[in-house]
């Protein structure tokens, strides 16, 4: 496969984290097996490494975030480095400064990571295209686009409660139209080789020639959850949608809302996911979203390990073997 020569620099190394489209699947593999050793390391009275001493990170949020955020500035503190949160609405953006200013202006103060999330599909592109050759862009979600340590928090958790993706079969259900972390998400079960990815949406949540990306589309939710081993939910992204996209809150929870009664048309051991903020009724009912097979608190946790591995990686140049042997 064709390496994205905006995610790696010159000698082949991975140098920014902005898509999973065109990801080696070894490099995915690569953080996955980091993100292993980092989980026990969470498990530990003192959890920290020296891998980031002595670096800065600042995570420039445009767009609200909780555990996206708070994650990474835990997974960046447990390597050691020091991490600084910039509100854009209080800073000098409001004030009429352009993206990039901003971003020059923190890149004067010996900024080495940036992690970037804004709604402009492609804003973590054009930082990376204007930041010197030794700073590094984590795209932390841009507009409808990629989210892409989201899909690596997926895959990871995804892994560990089910083992080989060649045995799986996963449905995406939702708001596949508007989601960033949906179009992440494929990619990766498609790298990783997944027996197959449906999605499950009304015609107006899915994207046109949806089929192209790799996946199967259902419009029948019973249908298209038949013997799946992987259930991950979508939010409705209300703040995205331009028209009536739904007919009511109501009849979509009747269509597309996850309850009991849908999630066994799945295998029994079926696991469900959501990235989360959840909006429970209306996408998820809480007898799922808090039950036995439900993985969703897991994400949260499983997402710190997971980052530190792509921090440790682009930054570090890590492999899963070094890390491991960290004190
Ligand atoms: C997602 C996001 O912001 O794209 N949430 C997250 O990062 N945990 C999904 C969403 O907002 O629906």
């Known amino acids: 496969m064709k390496q994205d020569g905006r995610q790696f620099d010159s000698h082949g190394r991975l140098r ?17 097996d980091t993100a292993e050793s980092f989980i026990a390391m969470g498990e530990r009275e003192i959890k920290k490494v020296p891998l980031l001493r002595g670096k800065t990170v600042v995570n420039l949020f445009f767009e609200s975030s909780t555990r996206t955020r708070t994650t990474f500035e835990i997974a960046a503190k447990r390597l050691s480095a ?12 409001a004030k009429g400064e352009t993206l990039l200013d901003t971003v020059r202006n923190l890149e004067a103060m010996h ?15 054009l930082i990376a295209g204007h930041v010197s050759e030794h700073v590094h862009i984590i795209n932390a979600g841009d507009g409808r686009h990629a989210h892409p340590t989201q899909a690596m928090l997926d895959m990871f958790t995804i892994r560990r409660h089910k083992g080989p993706f060649e045995n799986l079969r996963v449905a995406i259900v939702g708001d596949v139209l508007h989601s960033r972390v949906a179009r992440s998400e494929i990619h990766a079960l498609t790298t990783l080789g997944a027996a197959e990815v449906r999605v499950i949406a009304p015609k107006t949540l899915l994207p046109t020639a949806v089929e192209k990306l790799g996946v199967h589309p259902f419009t029948d939710m019973r249908a298209g959850l038949a013997d ?17 996209l739904i007919p009511s809150e109501q009849e979509y929870f009747n269509l597309y809302g996850l309850t009991a009664e849908k999630r066994a048309y799945a295998k029994p051991d079926v696991i469900v996911m959501h990235p989360g903020p959840m909006n429970r009724g209306l996408e998820i009912d ?11 608190l897991p994400q949260v946790t ?5 980052r530190m591995a792509i921090m440790a990686l ?10 491991r042997r960290a004190p």
């Open 111 to 125: 900024t080495d990571l940036f992690v970037v999330r804004h709604a402009s599909s492609g804003a973590a592109y």
């Open 228 to 244: 799946v081993d992987v259930i991950m939910m979508l939010r409705l992204q209300r703040e995205r949608m331009t028209g009536a």
């Open 314 to 323: 682009i930054m570090g140049g890590t492999p899963a073997a070094e890390a």
């Open 302 to 306: 499983n997402g710190i390990a997971v």
């Open 286 to 296: 809480s007898a799922v979203a808090d039950g036995p097979n439900s993985v969703i």
């Open 82 to 93: 020091d991490v600084i949160n910039i509100n854009p609405s209080l800073s000098s953006t």
């Open 16 to 32: 920014h984290f902005l898509t999973i489209e065109g990801l080696p699947r070894q490099t995915i593999l690569d953080i996955l």
